[in-house]
């Protein structure tokens, strides 16, 4: 027997079930997102924080009022940008 541990030939492969899973996060990226995409993420976000606040997981909690908080931001710019651009064409409408 040697005294470094067993060798690769010997190890049995892993299943995901002998693996532990990252929870995935969206990477911002640096092409800029429309106000609209952004809202889109970030409610999907809050459906992942639902349930765990249902359980009262104080993090989740936290998390999802945060996360509701910058939904409304983002619905108020999503609005503005929405009349700006409807301003727009009636103003070359006319």
Known sequence: MSAQGPSTSQQKPQTSKDTATVPQFSIPTSQPQSKYSQLLAVIEELGKDIRPTYS?????????????IHARILVRECIVETEKAANNVTVTNV
Do not use: H, Q
Request: charge should be positive; proline fraction near 0%; aromatic fraction near 0%.
């Open 56 to 68: 009262g997981n104080k993090m989740s909690a936290e998390r999802l009022k945060r996360s509701i």
